[in-house]
């Protein structure tokens, strides 16, 4: 058995939220071992910026597509762009997601005070932000599986990754529609798991930690000096390593669950937190 990622070479994969930092990296990773990459992201010139950007680094085949992950059609429209530029889809990462402060509460407990100012609370969470942050995470993966995974039946076999949370698991105050989503997602990733194994297509998923990205970075970090939030320091003295994560420690992972090096895995999720899931805080 070869050890390293050689099978993932020349094979296509989608990369919903391809754009973003945590997929940016996911795609360079990519890159390396010589897959042919389609970025979809609602933002096409961002897309296509990455998409140029690590095609000329690397040398890999890579195109940026425009594509919304709630809108079943835009998907429909953008898998046949990918077939007519790189061929059958055998690869799928579901990387668009994210969090928004209108589905954010303002504290993290509710005390008898804060009975006189509901809005700060859970009682306060504005509806349309909680479903589109709940929408984008959950359908967001549903959808595009759906739609980019249906080359997989001819191919004979398929993977896809998805991309959960460590929220998934510990729920964290502040932002339930984004915990809420991600553990769905921990349990339609076992489903479709399930659902499709006879057809040798293996559906997994990663439970990252804390990573900065654009959508937490309000959370994490005081926007005027740049210095850890209390909430940020909180977060890093729960992680055991003592610090955030660098996207670029999702790699190997993310080609390993892809690989034929994972051929008899499929319905799992594996946290790369460093070791916040393992820790009591005590």
């Not at 061929?87 to 509710?110: C, D, F, K, R, Y």
């Amino acid at each position: 058995m070869n050890l390293g990622f050689d099978d993932l070479k020349g094979k296509v994969c989608v990369v919903t939220g391809g754009a973003g930092v945590i997929g940016t990296a996911l795609v360079r990773a990519l890159a390396s071992v010589g897959v042919k990459i389609a970025i979809l992201d609602i933002n096409l010139e961002a897309a296509q910026e990455v998409a140029s950007d690590i095609a000329r680094e690397t040398g890999a085949q890579i195109i940026g597509v425009k594509a919304n992950v709630l809108d079943k059609d835009s998907l429909v429209h953008a898998k046949r762009e990918v077939n007519d530029s790189l061929g059958p889809i055998a690869l799928l990462i579901n990387g668009a997601g994210g969090n928004a402060p209108s589905a954010t509460t303002q504290v993290e407990q509710m005390t008898e005070q804060d009975l006189k100012d509901l809005d700060k609370t859970f009682y306060g969470l504005d509806v349309q932000g909680f479903t589109k942050v709940f929408d984008l995470n959950f359908m967001g993966t549903l959808l595009p599986s759906m739609v980019f995974t249906t080359d997989m039946h001819s191919l004979g076999s398929g993977s896809v990754l998805n991309i959960s949370s460590m929220n998934s698991y510990r729920p964290l105050t502040k932002i339930p529609a984004y915990s809420a989503a991600k553990a769905s997602i921990n349990n339609f990733t076992q489903w479709l798991a399930v659902h499709l194994a006879p057809l040798n297509i293996r559906i997994n998923a990663i439970a990252p930690g804390f990573f900065l990205t654009q959508q937490n970075r309000f959370l994490l970090l005081d926007e005027k000096t740049g210095e850890p939030t209390a909430r940020g320091q909180k977060i890093i003295c729960g992680t055991p390593m003592g610090r955030y994560g660098e996207p670029e420690e999702l790699q190997g992972t993310v080609l390993y669950l892809l690989s034929d090096m994972a051929k008899f895995v499929t319905g799992v999720v594996i946290p790369v937190d460093g070791g916040f899931s393992a820790y009591s805080g005590v």
